[in-house]
């Protein structure tokens, strides 16, 4: 079973920020945060990962929360592009064993209105 | 150029056959993996392969065998298939076994068992 938790689905409009959340309570203390989306009949793309910090890339923002059992992907402006199932994962530090935390869940489903 | 790439895209066959599908990355990546896609869409690791070695292979059915030939192919060879084996199974690449590197997906291959 996936170790996060996402709400199902979100909607936004065209240009609007959004704030898609993620909670994963029992993160320890060398779990990565990364989220990926998937656009329809494709695979997964990498948007971002993150640790302790906030970051940003061309694509998102990754605000994480001081406890680290939450987290936050902003999208600046949601074009129609950005419509999509976002997943939230936590990917050990270690390169052997923690293979169990890879499971994407079910994702959110983002609708983005023109 | 596409960096990961899978073929066939659509495999369907019937119980008991035997079938391959092949991965390749052109991103000069050491790692590969194999994901599966189920019908309630959760996406599971089943073996990830670091410089033709083995690294990761979850609890996945020896039916299912992974092929390294060479660190820019991992091919999923899979025996007998039965009806829950219909599901997306994806390749990625990622530049290391390093769980915070990102990974990037190919394009999926969907198979369906009658």
């Known amino acids: 079973d996936a170790k996060t938790t996402q709400p199902n689905s979100m909607e936004s409009n065209e240009e609007e920020p959004v704030h898609l959340p993620c909670n994963h309570s029992?993160?320890?203390?060398?779990?990565?945060i990364h989220w990926y989306r998937q656009l329809p009949s494709q695979g997964p793309e990498y948007v971002i990962h993150?640790?302790?910090s906030n970051v940003n890339n061309r694509m998102a923002s990754l605000a994480i929360a001081e406890d680290r059992k939450s987290s936050t992907l902003i999208l600046h402006r949601a074009t129609l592009r950005d419509a999509a199932v976002y997943y939230c994962?936590?990917?050990?530090?270690?390169?052997?064993?923690?293979?169990?935390?890879?499971?994407f869940g079910k994702g959110t489903k983002l609708t983005v209105n023109p | 150029d596409t960096a990961v790439s899978q073929t066939p895209k659509y495999l369907v066959t019937q119980m008991g056959n035997d079938k391959s599908i092949k991965c390749e990355q052109n991103l000069g990546h050491d790692t590969m993996y194999w994901y599966k896609q189920d019908s309630k869409k959760f996406l599971k690791i089943m073996f990830s392969y670091n410089n033709k070695e083995l690294i990761i292979n979850e609890t996945v059915p020896n039916r299912f065998s992974p092929k390294s030939p060479d660190k820019a192919h991992l091919n999923l060879h899979i025996n007998s298939l039965e009806l829950g084996d219909s599901a997306v199974y994806f390749c990625a690449s990622s530049h290391s076994i390093l769980w915070n590197n990102e990974q990037f997906f190919g394009p999926g291959t969907r198979l369906t068992v009658l």
């Open positions: 993150g640790l302790t």
């Open positions: 029992t993160i320890s203390g060398t779990d990565y």
């Open positions: 994962i936590l990917t050990p530090h270690l390169t052997q064993g923690g293979s169990e935390k890879l499971v």
